[in-house]
């Protein structure tokens, strides 16, 4: 049996930093194809089909109040269930002009019964709830119709002389004796949206608000397409009394240090940046352009719950759990784009392993909220080395250090001198690389040990029989 869900989206304006933006009918729907791909614009409300999605969301129940939450969540003020599309949008429309709370809907599975009493409660609905019915309200109402019982008890001959083929047919599509004709939704391939506003702002912060009203419909875009933003730009257009200095436009490109779709943590970070922007001149409208994007996970539950001491505990360590080391994560990563908004991009930094033996360049760093240099930068970012056999240092100085020789008797080798003589306990560990950026490197790298200094790391280098001076060099210490 078919199974409709009629959302219709909110109308109120949001206050300012306190509520989300309602989203329109267009970024509901594309918000609606996480759960089904059979999703439908009908006139001012969205309708999902659910029946092929029960299984893959634990019951058509689970699905519903699934959506039920969440939609509410986005500005939805109305919503319903029903065996067609049309029957959802008529209980919706009821159910949205009673006032009455979302559960007000039933939420068992679909069954023969179920389908019976939501068609008695469509008989008894009002003239004004069903599309197709409305256009003639007030004719029908001097014939004293007064729900959609009324008309239906009426001869469907005479209806159909005196107010089209168009009447008879909404009735039928409503108890889906007559097949529904829709053109789904398919969400577009990139997202950009324009925005123009009710009223002149002089000041980049009073963009915030229209702001939030383009974000959530970028995020509605994101969860359609189970992804998420790594960087989006904010662009406005100034009016035409803005000085000739000012230029016509400008923005503002902020990017993320994982990519995200929640609308609190974008909001933020974009009240963040406009509150360092000084405009040109009024703003007349604006836009946003997600240009980065990337697949985005959906939570996993563990499969075994965590276990304490001989019972399964209820409320295991945060640190342990899964969820909870995702929220530090998501903290920390919103922390660093709050301050790299604040101090700067090039004030707030992240060591990035890089796939390079040489020591001095298996590390670089790179603004935090970038990610990684493969993605954003010209470098491509592979799995780094294995570590080596040898202990690596803590402590790695800027520029080697030359070190001297010194020759204890005749005969006997040369060794390098650090704070005394050093004394070589493992290796040699050969490294041979930079032929590909012309910066050959091929040393011997050894362990070891000053009477002063501890435990140092140093290296020779190889091929150096016609160059003068000394081919040892101290490049790291140990704590």
Known sequence: MPHWIALIPGTKAPLPCTEPAPLDARSLGWWCLQFTPRVALLNEAVVAELQASHRL???????????????MAQGCQASAQAATASAA?????????????????????????WNRKLQGMLNALPLRTLPGVAAH?????????????????????????????????????ADGRQAEAFEWLTLPAVFK?????????????????AAAILLGQMCAWLTGHRSGVHAFTLQWQHDFFAPRDAGSHGQCEIRLANPSRDPTRLKRLLHE????????????????????????????????PEISGDTLSIQPDALRTPAAQKAQQEALFSLMERLSARLGADHVQQ?????DHRPELAQAWYPAPHGLPGKFGNKQHTSPPHPADLPQP?????????????????????????????????GPHRIEAGWWD?????????????????????FRERHTRNQPGSPWYLHGLFA
């Open 57 to 71: 969301f634990g019951g058509a129940a689970k699905l519903v109040q699934r959506m039920q939450t969440q939609a």
């Open 89 to 113: 949008l008529a209980l919706a429309r009821h159910h949205g002009h009673k006032q009455a709370p979302l559960e007000w809907c039933p939420r068992e599975s679909p069954s023969s019964s």
């Open 137 to 173: 309200e007030p004719t029908l109402a001097r014939l004293g119709c007064r729900s959609l019982a009324d008309v239906r008890a009426l001869p469907r001959a005479g209806l159909s002389r005196r107010f089209g083929a168009g009447l008879l047919q909404a009735l039928d599509q």
């Open 193 to 209: 949206s324009r925005l123009e506003l009710p009223s002149r702002v002089e000041s980049a912060p009073e963009m915030g608000l």
């Open 273 to 304: 940046h406009l509150q360092r922007i000084q405009l040109g001149g009024p703003v007349g409208d604006i836009s946003l352009h997600a240009h980065e994007i990337s697949p985005l996970a959906d939570d996993c539950r563990n499969l075994f």
């Open 351 to 355: 060591g990035m392993l890089q796939a």
């Open 394 to 426: 803590c402590w790695l100085l800027k520029a080697p250090l030359p070190l001297s020789l010194s020759r204890i008797g005749p005969g006997l080798p040369e060794m390098p001198v650090y704070q005394g003589r050093l004394r070589l306990l493992a």
């Open 438 to 458: 012309d910066t050959p490197t091929a040393r011997d790298y050894y362990l070891a040990s000053s009477e002063r200094a501890g435990l140092l790391w140093v």
